[in-house]
Nanobody, 122 residues
């Protein structure tokens, strides 16, 4: 069965950086898209970034544009999210997901990981 596992979260000071990884075990689709979402306490899960199978297409939510970078290495079945210039407002549980196409809504993704905690201190 398909399993997605996030890693790389942790505690970092404002202005710092983290690199999140999402390893996929098993087959999702012949060519899947990947997405990253985040959920802060008391808030709904929100879109962060998405990437196509080839990596040619990427799209970011406005709050992270210019600071975060999504990428993937299909040979390793892994997607990444580089988080730079972190702010306290970035504090959340970060989730990766896989779907048939790039999208910005949770309902468009089929498989989800359990999340990794990112905490940014002020």
């Amino acid at each position: 069965q398909v399993q997605l596992v996030e890693s790389g979260g942790g505690l970092v000071q404002a202005g710092g950086a983290l690199r999140l990884s999402c390893v996929v075990a098993g087959r999702t689709f012949s060519s899947d898209a990947r997405g990253w979402f985040r959920q802060a306490p008391g808030k709904e899960r929100e879109f962060v970034a998405t990437i196509s199978w080839s990596g040619a297409y990427t799209y970011y939510a406005d709050p992270v544009k210019g600071r975060f970078t999504i990428s993937r290495d299909n040979a390793k079945n892994t997607a990444y999210l580089q988080l730079n210039s972190l702010k306290p407002d970035d504090t959340a549980v970060y989730y990766c997901a896989a779907g048939v196409a790039t999208a910005t809504t949770t309902s468009d993704y089929t498989y989800w990981g359990q999340g990794t905690q990112v905490t940014v201190s002020s």
